[in-house]
């Protein structure tokens, strides 16, 4: 129990300070990029349709769930196909705080992988996705995937304050994020445990195998992109591959089965192999740049961090805001039902 706890408590020194920076970055993003403008701009069919969903959607904070009632909302009122599904693709792979908690844990060269990952998959997918003018799959699609604020997709009148930004960061965001999180903390300390017990070389030596066994394990998962850092850590800590965590990092958000599912009603079924197959293959891609041909100092740094001796107090105050804030909004949800 105490090998849980500290792993536990390790884990949150990590991503804890990160984390709380990148929700006020959040609340900053929400007041000055709200949905009506995404709607403006993407409801228009362009040439450059995939382009801008998928910059549009790598700095919103929502998770894949909640990127769905505004993703059916762009088709109903005109947004191509192309728009819609880049927009699918670089929502859930990315965010503003996800970004930032990325860059803080792992490094620029893992967070600018991951929001380049996310941006030419979303264009790929885009770009082979053909037109139609047939939205009756829109029908029907809603927040059946979960019931918490970020299926709500609400927009308030914007107030440039800071007040207003903190409580979307906190009552929007972190409570949605909440349940996500410490499920995934709770599977990267359990991860930890168990296989920092074996010797993995064999998934090092055979990295294709490894690649697809986590392409395996990602899809029944759901995971924002946010609580995918703390399962992405745990992998290196235990000696995993840099190319290994990436692809869980990267992939996982938007690879899930309840997304996949969601994809294939809003846009059809061969809308939903591009989709998979964009994210499969650039994921891929990245993943072999980062453990074949790029320095391996980039990335080898990072598996030693959760074994430091000496922890700033800034990120022990962190840590414990971060656990704090986590705790209360998953018992507020879990009583709220």
Same mark, same amino acid.
């Given at each position: 129990?105490?090998?849980?706890?500290?792993?536990?408590?390790?884990?949150?020194?990590?991503?804890?300070?990160?984390?709380?920076?990148?929700?006020?970055?959040?609340?900053?993003?929400?007041?000055?990029?709200?949905?009506?403008?995404?709607?403006?701009?993407?409801?228009?069919?362009?040439?450059?349709? +995939?382009?801008?969903?998928?910059?549009?959607?790598?700095?919103?904070?929502?998770?894949?769930?909640?990127?769905?009632?505004? +993703?059916?909302?762009?088709?109903?009122?005109?947004?191509?196909?192309?728009?819609?599904?880049?927009?699918?693709?670089?929502?859930?792979?990315?965010?503003?705080?996800?970004?930032?908690?990325?860059?803080?844990?792992?490094?620029?060269?893992?967070?600018?992988?991951?929001?380049?990952?996310?941006?030419?998959?979303?264009?790929?997918?885009?770009?082979?996705?053909?037109?139609?003018?047939?939205?009756?799959?829109?029908?029907?699609?809603?927040?059946?995937?979960?019931?918490?604020?970020?299926?709500?997709?609400?927009?308030?009148?914007?107030?440039?304050?800071?007040?207003? +930004?903190?409580?979307?960061?906190?009552?929007?965001?972190?409570?949605?994020?909440?349940?996500?999180?410490?499920?995934?903390?709770?599977?990267?300390?359990?991860?930890?445990?168990?296989?920092?017990?074996?010797?993995?070389?064999?998934?090092?030596?055979?990295?294709?195998?490894?690649?697809?066994?986590?392409?395996?394990?990602?899809?029944?998962?759901?995971?924002?992109?946010?609580?995918?850092?703390?399962?992405?850590?745990?992998?290196?800590?235990?000696?995993?591959?840099?190319?290994?965590?990436?692809?869980?990092?990267?992939?996982?958000?938007?690879?899930?089965?309840?997304?996949?599912?969601?994809?294939?009603?809003?846009?059809?079924?061969?809308?939903?192999?591009?989709?998979?197959?964009?994210?499969?293959?650039?994921?891929?891609?990245?993943?072999?740049?980062?453990?074949?041909?790029?320095?391996?100092?980039?990335?080898?740094?990072? +598996?030693?961090?959760?074994?430091?001796?000496?922890?700033?107090?800034?990120?022990?105050?962190?840590?414990?805001?971060?656990?704090?804030?986590?705790?209360?909004?998953?018992?507020?949800?879990?009583?709220?039902?």
């Amino acid at each position: 129990m105490f090998e849980f706890i500290q792993n536990f408590w390790n884990l949150s020194l990590m991503i804890g300070i990160y984390v709380l920076i990148g929700l006020l970055f959040v609340g900053l993003v929400h007041l000055y990029i709200s949905e009506d403008w995404i709607k403006k701009n993407l409801g228009v069919k362009s040439r450059f349709s +995939a382009l801008k969903g998928a910059l549009y959607g790598i700095p919103l904070p929502l998770c894949s769930c909640g990127v769905i009632p505004l +993703a059916a909302s762009l088709r109903q009122k005109g947004a191509s196909k192309k728009a819609v599904t880049s927009f699918f693709i670089t929502t859930p792979m990315t965010g503003v705080d996800s970004i930032i908690a990325t860059y803080g844990v792992f490094g620029a060269p893992m967070a600018i992988f991951r929001v380049v990952s996310s941006f030419i998959s979303g264009v790929l997918a885009g770009s082979f996705v053909k037109d139609d003018e047939n939205k009756q799959e829109l029908k029907e699609v809603g927040s059946s995937c979960c019931s918490s604020s970020c299926c709500d997709a609400k927009q308030e009148s914007t107030n440039k304050s800071l007040k207003k +930004a903190l409580d979307y960061s906190l009552n929007e965001v972190f409570n949605d994020i909440a349940k996500p999180m410490l499920y995934g903390l709770v599977l990267a300390t359990i991860f930890l445990m168990v296989f920092s017990k074996y010797n993995i070389e064999f998934l090092n030596e055979n990295i294709f195998i490894s690649y697809i066994l986590v392409f395996i394990i990602s899809l029944p998962l759901y995971v924002c992109s946010i609580s995918a850092i703390p399962l992405a850590l745990s992998m290196l800590a235990v000696g995993a591959s840099p190319g290994l965590a990436f692809i869980f990092l990267a992939a996982a958000p938007a690879t899930n089965i309840i997304t996949a599912g969601i994809v294939k009603k809003v846009l059809g079924a061969k809308v939903l192999v591009i989709y998979l197959s964009s994210i499969i293959s650039t994921t891929l891609f990245f993943a072999l740049m980062i453990d074949i041909v790029l320095p391996s100092e980039w990335f080898s740094y990072t +598996a030693s961090l959760i074994d430091q001796e000496e922890v700033l107090f800034l990120d022990k105050i962190g840590a414990i805001i971060f656990l704090s804030l986590m705790f209360y909004y998953f018992f507020k949800n879990i009583f709220k039902k």
